[in-house]
């Protein structure tokens, strides 16, 4: 006997069960608008049990013996048993405008708050906790809409719930259930299989709530294979028995053939080589090989930051074009690059346009093939909104971590979660990197290592208890002549020297602000020179920045004809470190840490073959201050430089570097890495500042609270937190979208908002989503994704109400509306490039904002 709860303001007054039968979980919308009854709750829960089913059918029987145990699918299907109570029938039947009425047995409760128990998967996880189904499925279907509800104390037998009566209906309708899928409820072992099987509960659900099932049609078996497709779960289909050479057109080095005989099966693999060694080629080979023994599902491709290229999408592409078989779906890597997959593929119901998951760095995670950014796999084991989605999504991939380096305290320990995780959901794991301390090496594989050699391949896989070091053949030595400089002007005269004799030059900040103002002198020195300027960074539009991309590193690509016409200057930040095959003649580039250095010196001389001017010799100039300065003041001596980076890791770096004349690479790599970061006990300023380092100041967070930081920040099945507000860099932690358009007309007769793109573009948004159908809404929703940028809050435009941006709610997310403001901020570009809000008023009373296609998003202090 369950026990009622006594009645109180959260009560309502006893009302009759309606029959199951009539009790409806989803509405659906004529073209007219008219809002009409959707599927009942038994009609729905059994769809998605039966999508959860077809997912599970689709993966390999060893990953559904190790993390789905049996009858997992009878969890899926039940999350929305909820649904069967007063509070939310009431609530459905309200927002029905068709012929339909409410039922009278329905009394108004519309004084009561659903978001006091978290809505109806609030009631579904009472309801399974009172019919002791286990310690894991009650907390899985009231994550599913990917927040913890608030039910602790609450029975549900509890009046507000329908009392006894309306827990019988939902007892009756888990039974019907159990019968419908001739299943028990699964014995869930630990927090893996809990996690993994809450996100297929939850995509199972957005696939069963999705277009394919809106309207209540009686034949919707039909549709379950077709809609599981249509999302994009489909095996790719290989050609089998490819040689390295087959794939990437030249033979594998020594390096690439030893690591891919290696990673030969589900484990950790850790490729420490120079740049230029071809790690990404033995990684993809390694996962081919993979894929080809049926040890994998997929390739998740994870990158540093969104700074980080599109041009790795190419070359996955051009993999998967030579991997996969002519009529293969995945063919054509429409998946790798996210718009493309947008207009394609219907993820269900929140991964339609207006909602959080269309985002394309978000679903990629899900696909059978992406390249995304480290993030979006850092939140598979962290508390955040629909971390579980994330975890699924990776089961049984290779994932591959490209350019890890020498992360901070608070990305670190989420680092080596994620590795550990990935471990145990039967995950292939490849880490790649050029400069990797061996302390980051132990943590990884949780195991002490000592071979300091290098180039050196580490494995473990998962049935070995110890791991393996490899020293293999590397590159020859290249000599390379390094230079500190104190002062920027005799810099920028040495790189103007350099490009007027030909060479190509290359110019690296720290900063998006110091990058577009170091351009600004360059360019307006180069016009009359006969030398190109051109800069790349993080804040232009996708279109600009792919132009802008496509057209640089055609020119310092290797083997470009169009190289030796002029000289050119290139100016950037971090993104010209990470990806992007660049062969510049001289390197500028501002102090940075070791780690980040090295990746610099790799865009140097990058390829033998290139040609260059006589004069051009292998050489890179630092900008840096005198070393006795930056030990007494750091923080001024480095100025924006000490913002990025903390101030003690800084000073290591200039130690190390500050009487250097020449290194060699990849020889000297090693050394240069554990003399900068190995642990020493400190005295006088750096003993501070190494004090710092671990305790933080008054303004910035130390080692210690970084890694509290992140403890609090990793997941646990039942606490959840917003994705679009959690960190997974401490330093990136805050930064919001900012759409720049032209112009915004809204044409009321034909009840469209019409929208002028930085080109001239023209977009129309009926207020109809689906005029045109789902995949025409997807496109306009792509088009917008386009031209966002992402920019710290205090440089973005002021929020503005949700109300005032219903244009745009069914084509970009706008956050929650639990929040007064929308997430998104909408900028106007005027003809002189100031950006003013839609109403014609200043963007930002603090900042003067401006956009151009030359030096993309600025924010100008108004002091300044």
Not at 263 to 272: H, K, N, T, W
Not at 625 to 652: D, K, M, W
Not at 804 to 828: I, P
Request: hydrophobic content about 35%; charged content about 25%.
């Amino acid at each position: 006997m369950i026990r009622p709860q006594k009645q109180g303001r959260d009560t309502v007054p006893k009302q009759q069960p309606m029959d199951l039968c009539r009790c409806l979980a989803k509405t659906w919308k004529e073209d007219s608008g008219i809002i009409e009854p959707g599927h009942t709750v038994a009609s729905h829960c059994h769809i998605v049990g039966a999508v959860a089913r077809e997912l599970l059918q689709r993966m390999p029987k060893l990953l559904r013996q190790k993390l789905f145990p049996q009858g997992s699918e009878l969890v899926a299907a039940v999350h929305d048993v909820g649904k069967v109570s007063p509070t939310f029938q009431y609530k459905i039947f309200r927002s029905i405008n068709g012929q339909t009425r409410t039922p009278p047995e329905l009394k108004p409760t519309s004084h009561l708050k659903e978001s006091s128990w978290g809505g109806h998967p609030g009631v579904s996880q009472v309801t399974l906790e009172a019919t002791r189904t286990g310690h894991y499925a009650p907390k899985i279907v009231g994550l599913h809409h990917g927040y913890s509800p608030c039910v602790e104390g609450k029975l549900a037998a509890d009046s507000q719930f329908g009392g006894e009566e309306w827990q019988q209906l939902r007892e009756q309708l888990l039974e019907n259930l159990k019968k419908e899928l001739n299943c028990e409820w699964p014995d869930i072992e630990d927090e893996y299989q809990a996690r993994v099987l809450a996100g297929l509960t939850t995509v199972a659900d957005w696939i069963g709530s999705g277009s394919s099932f809106e309207k209540p049609t009686p034949n919707w078996q039909d549709r379950i294979v077709p809609a599981v497709n249509d999302a994009g779960f489909i095996s790719p289909d290989l050609q089998e028995g490819l040689g390295f050479e087959e794939i990437f057109g030249f033979p594998p080095r020594e390096s690439q053939k030893v690591f891919y005989q290696q990673a030969c099966q589900p484990g950790i693999y850790i490729l420490e080589a120079p740049m230029g060694l071809g790690k990404t080629e033995a990684a993809l080979y390694a996962a081919y090989r993979a894929l080809n023994e049926n040890d994998a599902t997929g390739i998740y491709f994870a990158l540093p930051t969104q700074l980080t290229s599109e041009k790795i999408h190419e070359r996955v592409g051009a993999f998967l074009n030579t991997i996969l078989l002519p009529d293969s779906i995945h063919r054509i890597p429409r998946l790798l690059h996210g718009n493309a997959w947008l207009k394609e593929l219907e993820m269900g119901e929140e991964g339609r346009p207006g909602h959080s998951w269309f985002d394309a760095r978000k679903r990629g995670i899900l696909a059978p093939f992406a390249v995304g950014t480290i993030d979006q796999a850092l939140m598979a084991v962290m508390n955040v909104r629909h971390g579980f989605v994330r975890a699924f999504g990776l089961v049984g991939k290779v994932v591959i971590l490209d350019e890890v380096h020498s992360y901070d305290a608070y990305t670190g320990l989420l680092l080596d979660e994620l590795v550990h995780t990935l471990r145990r959901l039967h995950c292939t794991v490849i880490i790649l990197s050029a400069t990797l301390t061996r302390d980051r090496r132990q943590f990884f594989l949780e195991q002490p290592v000592h071979n300091l050699e290098y180039p050196l391949i580490t494995s473990q896989p998962t049935d070995t208890d110890s791991p393996t070091e490899l020293p293999v053949t590397g590159q020859a030595d290249r000599a390379v002549t390094i230079r500190l400089q104190i002062e920027d002007q005799p810099v920028v005269e040495e790189a103007l020297r350099r490009a007027e004799e030909g060479e190509q030059v290359l110019w690296i900040e720290n900063t998006v602000g110091e990058a577009q103002d170091r351009y600004a002198v360059l360019a307006a020195r180069a016009a009359g020179m006969g030398i190109e300027c051109g800069l790349l960074h993080s804040r232009f539009t996708a279109a600009n920045r792919q132009c802008n991309e496509d057209y640089w590193v055609g020119l310092y690509g290797k083997g470009t004809a169009l190289r030796d016409r002029c000289g050119r200057i290139l100016v950037g930040t971090q993104v010209l470190e990470q990806s992007l095959d660049i062969d510049a003649d001289f390197l500028v580039s501002r102090i940075a840490p070791t780690d980040m250095l090295l990746q610099r010196l790799g865009r140097l001389w990058r390829h033998l073959e290139t040609p260059r001017p006589n004069t051009a010799r292998r050489e890179a100039w630092l900008l840096s201050p005198p070393l006795p300065n930056a030990i007494e003041h750091p923080c001024q001596a480095f100025g924006s430089t000490a913002r990025i980076y903390v101030p003690y890791i800084l000073c290591r770096t200039l130690e190390v570097w500050h009487e250097i004349e020449q290194i060699n690479l990849p020889g000297d790599i090693r050394f240069l890495i554990e003399a900068t970061y190995e642990e020493r006990r400190e005295s006088g300023a750096m003993a501070q500042w190494q004090h710092e380092l671990e305790h933080g100041n008054r303004f910035r967070k130390g080692r210690q609270q970084l890694r509290q930081l992140a403890r609090i920040g990793l997941s646990s099945i039942g606490k959840t937190q917003s994705d679009d507000e959690a960190a997974t860099r401490y330093s990136d932690r805050e930064s919001v979208e900012v759409l720049i358009l032209q112009a915004v007309r809204t044409l009321r007769e034909k009840q469209t908002t019409q929208l002028t793109f930085l080109d001239g573009e023209v977009l129309l948004l009926p207020s109809n989503p689906k005029q045109g159908g789902d995949r025409v809404w997807r496109q306009r929703a792509a088009a917008l994704q386009g031209q966002l940028i992402r920019v710290p809050p205090e440089q973005a435009p002021e929020p503005v109400l949700h109300h005032s941006l219903h244009w745009l709610k069914e084509y970009l997310y706008l956050g929650s509306r639990d929040h007064e403001t929308a997430r998104l901020r909408v900028a106007l570009v005027q003809p002189d490039g100031e950006l003013q809000g839609l109403n014609g008023e200043t963007a930002s009373p603090d900042y003067q904002l401006v956009y151009d296609g030359q030096r993309g998003y600025r924010a100008i202090k108004h002091s300044d």
